[in-house]
Protein backbone atom coordinates (compact mmCIF):
# COMPACT_ATOMS: atom_id res chain seq x y z
CA UNK A 1 0.00 0.00 0.00
CA UNK A 2 0.96 3.80 -0.38
CA UNK A 3 2.82 4.98 2.49
CA UNK A 4 0.28 7.83 3.78
CA UNK A 5 3.16 9.93 4.86
CA UNK A 6 4.16 10.19 1.37
CA UNK A 7 3.83 13.88 -0.84
CA UNK A 8 2.38 12.62 -4.25
CA UNK A 9 3.39 14.57 -7.27
CA UNK A 10 -0.05 16.11 -8.83
CA UNK A 11 -0.67 15.36 -12.72
CA UNK A 12 -0.05 18.89 -13.50
CA UNK A 13 3.23 18.98 -11.83
CA UNK A 14 4.00 15.71 -13.81
CA UNK A 15 2.72 16.70 -17.04
CA UNK A 16 4.84 19.65 -17.29
CA UNK A 17 7.73 17.84 -16.27
CA UNK A 18 7.22 15.31 -18.94
CA UNK A 19 7.14 18.08 -21.14
CA UNK A 20 10.30 19.12 -20.29
CA UNK A 21 11.59 15.86 -20.01
CA UNK A 22 10.73 15.75 -23.88
CA UNK A 23 12.16 19.32 -24.65
CA UNK A 24 15.44 18.33 -23.42
CA UNK A 25 15.11 15.33 -25.79
CA UNK A 26 14.74 16.79 -28.48
CA UNK A 27 16.61 20.60 -27.55
CA UNK A 28 14.98 23.25 -29.60
CA UNK A 29 12.66 21.51 -31.86
CA UNK A 30 9.41 23.09 -32.87
CA UNK A 31 7.92 20.05 -34.82
CA UNK A 32 5.69 19.75 -32.14
CA UNK A 33 4.81 23.16 -31.52
CA UNK A 34 1.33 23.23 -32.70
CA UNK A 35 1.25 26.85 -34.61
CA UNK A 36 -2.05 28.70 -35.15
CA UNK A 37 -2.81 30.07 -38.95
CA UNK A 38 -5.84 32.53 -39.07
CA UNK A 39 -6.94 32.38 -43.24
CA UNK A 40 -8.22 35.47 -45.09
CA UNK A 41 -11.47 36.50 -44.08
CA UNK A 42 -11.60 34.14 -41.16
CA UNK A 43 -12.30 35.03 -37.27
CA UNK A 44 -11.36 32.88 -33.76
CA UNK A 45 -11.51 33.68 -30.67
CA UNK A 46 -8.25 33.21 -28.37
CA UNK A 47 -7.12 33.82 -25.03
CA UNK A 48 -3.64 34.76 -24.42
CA UNK A 49 -1.95 33.19 -22.23
CA UNK A 50 0.05 34.79 -19.51
CA UNK A 51 4.21 34.61 -19.46
CA UNK A 52 5.89 32.53 -17.03
CA UNK A 53 7.94 35.61 -15.45
CA UNK A 54 6.86 39.08 -16.82
CA UNK A 55 10.28 40.78 -15.62
CA UNK A 56 12.27 38.39 -18.14
CA UNK A 57 12.43 39.11 -22.26
CA UNK A 58 12.13 35.58 -22.69
CA UNK A 59 9.58 35.01 -20.31
CA UNK A 60 7.32 36.93 -20.85
CA UNK A 61 4.07 36.51 -22.36
CA UNK A 62 5.23 37.39 -26.15
CA UNK A 63 8.61 36.88 -27.52
CA UNK A 64 9.79 39.62 -30.45
CA UNK A 65 11.63 37.86 -33.53
CA UNK A 66 13.11 38.95 -36.31
CA UNK A 67 12.54 36.24 -39.32
CA UNK A 68 13.70 35.84 -42.52
CA UNK A 69 12.68 33.67 -45.20
CA UNK A 70 13.90 32.43 -48.57
CA UNK A 71 17.12 32.32 -47.66
CA UNK A 72 17.68 28.39 -48.92
CA UNK A 73 16.55 28.31 -52.72
CA UNK A 74 15.50 24.48 -51.43
CA UNK A 75 13.71 25.12 -48.49
CA UNK A 76 12.49 28.74 -48.95
CA UNK A 77 9.76 28.28 -46.42
CA UNK A 78 12.00 27.87 -43.26
CA UNK A 79 11.88 30.68 -41.27
CA UNK A 80 16.13 31.64 -39.63
CA UNK A 81 16.20 33.89 -36.85
CA UNK A 82 18.06 37.13 -37.11
CA UNK A 83 21.45 37.90 -35.04
CA UNK A 84 19.51 41.21 -34.62
CA UNK A 85 16.56 39.64 -32.75
CA UNK A 86 18.72 40.43 -30.02
CA UNK A 87 20.83 43.02 -31.14
CA UNK A 88 19.81 45.62 -33.54
CA UNK A 89 23.64 46.28 -34.42
CA UNK A 90 24.57 42.58 -35.03
CA UNK A 91 25.93 41.62 -38.16
CA UNK A 92 23.12 39.55 -39.72
CA UNK A 93 24.19 38.11 -43.77
CA UNK A 94 20.32 38.05 -44.54
CA UNK A 95 19.72 41.27 -43.41
CA UNK A 96 23.24 42.67 -45.30
CA UNK A 97 21.46 40.30 -48.35
CA UNK A 98 18.19 42.25 -48.28
CA UNK A 99 20.11 45.88 -47.73
CA UNK A 100 22.34 44.99 -50.96
CA UNK A 101 19.38 44.31 -53.26
CA UNK A 102 16.91 47.02 -51.94
CA UNK A 103 19.61 49.38 -52.22
CA UNK A 104 20.72 48.56 -56.13
CA UNK A 105 19.25 50.11 -58.76
CA UNK A 106 18.28 47.59 -60.75
CA UNK A 107 14.12 47.09 -60.31
CA UNK A 108 14.33 43.42 -60.34
CA UNK A 109 17.00 43.45 -57.66
CA UNK A 110 14.50 45.70 -55.50
CA UNK A 111 11.93 43.39 -56.31
CA UNK A 112 14.15 40.53 -55.00
CA UNK A 113 14.72 42.29 -51.20
CA UNK A 114 11.07 42.40 -51.36
CA UNK A 115 10.18 38.76 -51.23
CA UNK A 116 13.25 38.14 -48.25
CA UNK A 117 12.43 41.31 -46.07
CA UNK A 118 12.69 40.64 -42.48
CA UNK A 119 9.54 39.46 -41.05
CA UNK A 120 9.23 40.98 -37.06
CA UNK A 121 6.87 38.90 -35.38
CA UNK A 122 5.83 38.44 -32.10
CA UNK A 123 4.84 34.66 -30.73
CA UNK A 124 2.43 34.18 -27.78
CA UNK A 125 1.32 31.11 -25.88
CA UNK A 126 -2.66 31.63 -26.57
CA UNK A 127 -5.73 28.88 -25.72
CA UNK A 128 -8.07 28.64 -28.71
CA UNK A 129 -11.42 29.55 -27.64
CA UNK A 130 -13.38 28.54 -30.66
CA UNK A 131 -12.81 26.32 -34.14
CA UNK A 132 -11.33 23.57 -35.12
CA UNK A 133 -8.88 24.06 -32.40
CA UNK A 134 -11.17 24.76 -29.51
CA UNK A 135 -9.50 23.57 -26.41
CA UNK A 136 -5.56 23.78 -27.28
CA UNK A 137 -2.73 25.88 -26.57
CA UNK A 138 -0.97 27.08 -29.62
CA UNK A 139 1.57 29.46 -30.59
CA UNK A 140 0.40 32.86 -32.53
CA UNK A 141 3.24 34.57 -34.70
CA UNK A 142 1.16 37.96 -34.28
CA UNK A 143 2.19 40.68 -36.42
CA UNK A 144 3.03 43.98 -34.78
CA UNK A 145 -0.44 45.30 -35.52
CA UNK A 146 -1.75 42.17 -33.25
CA UNK A 147 0.53 42.94 -30.72
CA UNK A 148 0.28 46.38 -30.67
CA UNK A 149 -3.68 46.00 -29.64
CA UNK A 150 -2.68 43.64 -27.26
CA UNK A 151 -0.44 46.10 -25.16
CA UNK A 152 -2.86 48.95 -26.15
CA UNK A 153 -5.62 47.09 -24.27
CA UNK A 154 -3.39 46.44 -21.42
CA UNK A 155 -2.38 50.06 -20.87
CA UNK A 156 -6.46 50.77 -20.83
CA UNK A 157 -7.40 50.63 -17.01
CA UNK A 158 -10.80 49.27 -18.16
CA UNK A 159 -8.86 46.29 -19.29
CA UNK A 160 -5.71 46.22 -17.30
CA UNK A 161 -3.52 42.70 -17.70
CA UNK A 162 -5.39 40.48 -20.12
CA UNK A 163 -3.31 37.64 -20.04
CA UNK A 164 -4.26 37.08 -16.12
CA UNK A 165 -5.90 33.30 -16.00
CA UNK A 166 -8.81 34.28 -13.66
CA UNK A 167 -9.43 38.33 -14.42
CA UNK A 168 -8.49 38.67 -17.97
CA UNK A 169 -10.40 38.79 -21.34
CA UNK A 170 -10.61 36.80 -23.96
CA UNK A 171 -10.70 38.14 -27.80
CA UNK A 172 -11.79 37.80 -31.52
CA UNK A 173 -8.68 37.83 -33.59
CA UNK A 174 -9.96 38.55 -37.38
CA UNK A 175 -8.17 38.69 -40.40
CA UNK A 176 -9.14 40.11 -43.47
CA UNK A 177 -7.54 40.77 -46.85
CA UNK A 178 -5.37 37.68 -48.85
CA UNK A 179 -1.97 39.66 -49.89
CA UNK A 180 0.95 41.28 -47.53
CA UNK A 181 -0.61 44.79 -48.99
CA UNK A 182 -4.08 44.24 -48.09
CA UNK A 183 -4.34 42.01 -45.19
CA UNK A 184 -5.31 43.83 -41.59
CA UNK A 185 -5.94 41.99 -38.31
CA UNK A 186 -8.07 43.28 -35.66
CA UNK A 187 -8.44 42.58 -32.10
CA UNK A 188 -11.22 42.89 -29.64
CA UNK A 189 -11.90 41.92 -26.74
CA UNK A 190 -15.10 40.39 -25.27
CA UNK A 191 -16.56 42.63 -23.00
CA UNK A 192 -16.71 40.47 -20.11
CA UNK A 193 -13.73 39.16 -18.01
CA UNK A 194 -13.76 35.76 -17.55
CA UNK A 195 -10.85 33.10 -16.17
CA UNK A 196 -9.84 30.46 -18.62
CA UNK A 197 -11.69 27.82 -17.26
CA UNK A 198 -13.44 26.56 -13.91
CA UNK A 199 -11.21 25.26 -11.19
CA UNK A 200 -8.04 26.21 -10.32
CA UNK A 201 -6.54 22.58 -11.26
CA UNK A 202 -7.95 23.13 -14.73
CA UNK A 203 -6.47 26.87 -14.82
CA UNK A 204 -3.12 24.98 -14.02
CA UNK A 205 -3.09 22.32 -16.72
CA UNK A 206 -3.80 24.71 -19.04
CA UNK A 207 -0.92 26.92 -17.90
CA UNK A 208 1.56 23.84 -17.84
CA UNK A 209 0.82 23.49 -21.21
CA UNK A 210 2.47 26.22 -22.49
CA UNK A 211 5.04 26.68 -24.73
CA UNK A 212 8.58 27.89 -24.40
CA UNK A 213 8.55 31.18 -26.39
CA UNK A 214 12.55 31.79 -25.39
CA UNK A 215 13.44 29.30 -29.00
CA UNK A 216 12.51 32.38 -30.64
CA UNK A 217 15.08 34.56 -29.10
CA UNK A 218 17.54 32.48 -29.93
CA UNK A 219 19.58 32.57 -33.69
CA UNK A 220 21.97 30.29 -35.34
CA UNK A 221 25.59 31.20 -35.44
CA UNK A 222 27.04 33.45 -38.56
CA UNK A 223 28.35 30.94 -39.74
CA UNK A 224 25.47 27.92 -39.84
CA UNK A 225 23.42 30.86 -41.32
CA UNK A 226 26.13 31.01 -44.16
CA UNK A 227 26.04 27.93 -44.36
CA UNK A 228 22.43 27.60 -44.82
CA UNK A 229 21.91 30.36 -47.23
CA UNK A 230 24.75 28.58 -49.61
CA UNK A 231 22.71 25.62 -49.35
CA UNK A 232 25.45 23.21 -47.59
CA UNK A 233 23.33 22.86 -43.76
CA UNK A 234 20.56 20.65 -43.78
CA UNK A 235 20.00 21.29 -39.95
CA UNK A 236 20.75 24.20 -37.30
CA UNK A 237 23.05 22.90 -34.65
CA UNK A 238 22.87 26.39 -32.93
CA UNK A 239 20.26 28.86 -31.97
CA UNK A 240 16.61 28.09 -30.83
CA UNK A 241 15.48 25.81 -33.59
CA UNK A 242 19.17 23.57 -33.06
CA UNK A 243 18.06 20.26 -33.96
CA UNK A 244 19.58 16.72 -33.07
CA UNK A 245 18.65 14.46 -35.43
CA UNK A 246 15.66 16.12 -37.02
CA UNK A 247 15.79 18.25 -40.27
CA UNK A 248 15.54 21.90 -40.49
CA UNK A 249 12.47 21.53 -42.15
CA UNK A 250 10.27 20.80 -38.88
CA UNK A 251 10.27 24.35 -38.63
CA UNK A 252 8.48 25.40 -41.51
CA UNK A 253 4.82 24.92 -39.99
CA UNK A 254 6.05 28.07 -38.50
CA UNK A 255 3.54 31.17 -39.41
CA UNK A 256 4.23 33.00 -42.47
CA UNK A 257 1.41 35.34 -43.37
CA UNK A 258 3.88 37.43 -45.53
CA UNK A 259 1.87 39.78 -44.59
CA UNK A 260 3.80 42.27 -42.52
CA UNK A 261 3.06 45.49 -43.61
CA UNK A 262 5.41 46.52 -41.09
CA UNK A 263 8.70 45.21 -41.56
CA UNK A 264 10.84 46.03 -38.93
CA UNK A 265 10.90 48.68 -36.49
CA UNK A 266 12.65 52.18 -36.94
CA UNK A 267 15.93 51.16 -35.48
CA UNK A 268 15.91 48.05 -37.27
CA UNK A 269 16.20 49.77 -40.35
CA UNK A 270 17.70 52.78 -40.13
CA UNK A 271 21.17 51.48 -39.77
CA UNK A 272 22.95 50.72 -42.84
CA UNK A 273 26.19 48.67 -42.36
CA UNK A 274 26.93 48.03 -45.55
CA UNK A 275 28.20 49.73 -48.39
CA UNK A 276 26.55 50.71 -51.32
CA UNK A 277 26.63 48.11 -53.93
CA UNK A 278 27.23 48.51 -57.73
CA UNK A 279 24.05 48.35 -59.53
CA UNK A 280 22.38 44.99 -60.49
CA UNK A 281 24.02 43.33 -57.82
CA UNK A 282 22.04 40.34 -57.29
CA UNK A 283 21.42 37.79 -54.55
CA UNK A 284 23.29 34.69 -55.74
CA UNK A 285 26.38 37.11 -56.71
CA UNK A 286 25.87 38.23 -52.70
CA UNK A 287 26.15 34.79 -51.50
CA UNK A 288 29.06 33.71 -53.58
CA UNK A 289 30.43 36.63 -52.31
CA UNK A 290 29.82 36.08 -48.89
CA UNK A 291 31.49 32.25 -50.15
CA UNK A 292 34.30 33.24 -51.34
CA UNK A 293 35.12 34.87 -48.35
CA UNK A 294 34.68 32.55 -45.61
Not at 259 to 282: I, Y
Request: a negative charge; glycine letters at 4%.
Amino acid sequence: RKDENMTQISDTRFARYQKDLENASFRGSAEKIPYLKLAAGKSVKIRILPGEDPEDLSKDFFCKSINFYGMNPDKPTIPVISPRTLDSSAYCPMYEAYLALKKSASKSDQDAAGKIRPNTRYYMNVLVKSGEHAGKVMVYAAPKQVWESAITHMSNPDYGDITDPEKGFDFNLTRTGESMNNTTYSLMAVPAPRPIASTQDEIDEILAQRFDLSIFRQPPSVDEIKKFMHGNLEYFTTGGFAQKKNPTSSVSNTNNDDDDNDVATPNEVVEEPVAPKKAGVTLAALKARIKSNE
